[in-house]
């Protein structure tokens, strides 16, 4: 193949060269150039895992949205790059695209679902109200579009001015796609008198809402293979006439999953482009990864699909640029690539300001009530690598509701554990007022409560599997706060448990750093055949985060949030005192020597 080629260009070039030194003859009409093919231009913008933000607004701090890098926030902000590149672009074709994970993250996002839930108000969703002052082409239904269930999800989608598609949702009774699968979309891209150009836009959802929101899907929908599903579907939008195929996935591009192999792959966005033909490009989301640009080799074609995520919350546009010539009466990609655009360098859109300016207010006002009053601050920001009082807070809520309503039954004489994550590095209770807001910035997730019984060697696997969130620090190396960490594990998926006390030895290998496990206050070892009830949030008893030995049946599952338990408690106690909840039951350690 290398010979023949080399060949080939060597007789080209050799052609060149004899007609370069060839005397012209007089008279003879000059060699008629080919003409260069007209082209024409397609924009597609795309957005992901916006989460509830529209408004350029920290609610958990009550200010404007700020980080390290200053990054913006918000369906406004996007709404001003969007309008931007239209006007940029006025006369040629522009589509905007969302790839999922829209109506969960904010306590806005929230209050719609819980508080004033539109399935009972009748109001639009303020994540619709935003998006359609966009005018969005299609979303791709994300994993978080089905925590507040499967009723409030059709509301808002009868709410959008434009499709939600999820190909791989199937309806489980009938074996058909429960939601659109996908559109073809009739595209003018303008001047030249070009035809049509028809771009198919699959939508591909995350088969880990199976494990996630089991306790709303569960009998319902079944999620089939992302790459399955591509390869069904796109040949059916190409025989239908299809002549750009984008996909928009709600799943990370990196192969693997952070639950078992029982499910299909979490991050499948590579394996689809490898594996299915006819993609053109791919826009992702779900790993909240910034991807400016990435090319896939397509292995059965050869051909490369253009790929990019967008960041999360509105920080990021995705836009990707495709040049087409007509051949023989069919479209032809000649060119095509994508950049990043960052929200930060515009300000908001005042009409999609103006469209959730109400709901903006209503949501503010809401999370400024004080709940109670905190006699110290309080503060996460140790809470990773020491047991804090905040996250201790979290756990004696959550028990002391599992043992009030285990009372009378046959669990009610068995002692109550209770698992919490450090989900947030900087919440803090600040001494005084206590603000709802400050809660729900500690537990930032719509996590509801349930209980499972565990045996004590359970418990321990639990442990130890928790444990391999820290790096291995030998005895005499130094430790640092800020490395103690593995940075694949996500602080959501570092469990601490209440109830018992245990130290964790990060110089030991993972797998063996529990090195003691005892009945609080005691140095009695807990018995491998003993037995607890541990109460536990529904993402981790659903199989979130892979934790062994606590994917089994409830014995306590009242539908309760987690949030709204610590709002009630602040607000029944009026104080919030470390003293009435407080044990430093758990350390890490090398050789037996506290770390810190």
Do not use: C
């Not at 060839?22 to 989460?51: F, N, Q, R, Y």
């Not at 672009?89 to 790839?99: F, N, Y």
């Not at 409030?152 to 699968?181: D, R, S, Y």
């Amino acid at each position: 193949m290398t010979s023949s080629s080399g060949a080939s260009r060597r007789q080209v070039l050799a052609v060149a060269a004899a007609a370069a030194t060839a005397p012209l003859i007089a008279g003879a009409p000059a060699e008629a150039k080919p003409k260069p093919s007209k082209t024409w231009d397609l924009t597609v913008l795309g957005t992901s895992d916006t989460h509830g933000n529209v408004y350029n607004w920290d609610y958990y701090r009550d200010a404007e949205f700020d980080d390290s890098k200053h990054n913006d926030v918000g369906v406004a902000k996007l709404a001003t790059l969007v309008n931007q590149i239209r006007a940029e672009r006025k006369g040629r074709a522009t589509l905007v695209l969302d790839a999922g994970d829209t109506i969960q993250g904010t306590p806005l996002a929230t209050y719609y679902a819980k508080q004033e839930p539109i399935t009972s108000t009748g109001e639009t969703h303020p994540m619709a109200n935003a998006m359609n002052v966009l005018k969005y082409d299609a979303v791709t239904l994300g994993n978080h579009e089905f925590n507040y269930g499967l009723p409030l999800l059709a509301t808002w989608i009868g709410q959008l001015g434009f499709p939600a598609l999820a190909a791989n949702a199937i309806n489980e009774k009938t074996g058909k796609p429960a939601f659109l699968p996908y559109v073809i979309k009739e595209v003018d891209l303008g001047g030249h008198g070009a035809p049509t150009l028809k771009v198919g836009i699959l939508g591909l959802t995350n088969p880990g809402v199976a494990i996630w929101d089991r306790a709303n899907v569960e009998g319902r929908l079944v999620f089939a293979d992302m790459v399955a599903t591509a390869a069904k579907w796109v040949p059916v939008m190409r025989e239908r006439g299809a002549d750009l195929v984008i996909i928009s996935a709600h799943g990370g591009d990196s192969g693997t999953s952070s639950y078992g192999p029982e499910l299909p792959n979490e991050n499948p966005v590579a394996l689809i482009a490898e594996q299915v033909p006819g993609i053109d490009a791919i826009l992702f989301g779900h790993a909240h990864n910034e991807v400016p640009e990435k090319f896939v080799t397509n292995k059965a074609t050869g051909a490369q699909v253009l790929t990019s995520e967008p960041s999360k919350w509105g920080q990021r546009l995705t836009r990707m640029d495709f040049t087409l010539t007509r051949e023989k009466g069919r479209w032809k990609v000649v060119g095509k690539g994508s950049t990043m655009l960052i929200t930060n360098t515009v300000v908001e859109d005042p009409a999609v300001l103006a469209a959730v300016r109400g709901q903006h207010s209503k949501t503010v006002g809401y999370v400024n009530q004080v709940v109670a009053q905190s006699e110290v601050e309080l503060s996460a920001v140790e809470s990773r690598y020491k047991d804090t009082p905040i996250l201790d807070f979290i756990n004696h809520v959550q028990a002391e509701v599992v043992t009030a309503a285990l009372a009378g039954t046959a669990y009610a004489n068995l002692p109550v554990l209770s698992q919490a994550s450090p989900f947030s590095r900087t919440a803090v209770f600040p001494a005084g007022d206590v603000r709802i807001r400050d809660v729900a910035g500690l537990y930032v997730f719509d996590n509801t409560l349930e209980a499972v019984v565990m045996t004590g060697a359970e418990v321990k696997a639990y442990l130890e599997y928790s444990a391999k969130y820290f790096v291995t620090v030998p005895v005499g190396a130094t430790v640092n706060p800020d490395t103690i960490s593995d940075p694949a594990v996500p602080d959501y998926n570092y469990d601490v448990i209440s109830g018992l006390d245990y130290d964790i030895d990060i110089s030991k290998p993972v797998g063996q750093r529990i090195t003691r496990l005892v009945l609080p206050g005691t140095d009695t070892p807990v018995a491998a055949d003993a037995q607890f009830v541990v109460a536990v949030n529904n993402y981790r008893r659903s199989g979130g985060g892979n934790f062994p030995g606590i994917v089994k049946t409830q014995v306590y599952n009242q539908q309760q949030e987690i949030r709204q338990l610590l709002i009630d408690w602040a607000q029944a106690k009026g104080v919030i005192r470390p003293a009435d909840f407080f044990v430093a039951n758990w350390k890490l350690v090398r050789e037996g020597v506290p770390v810190f």
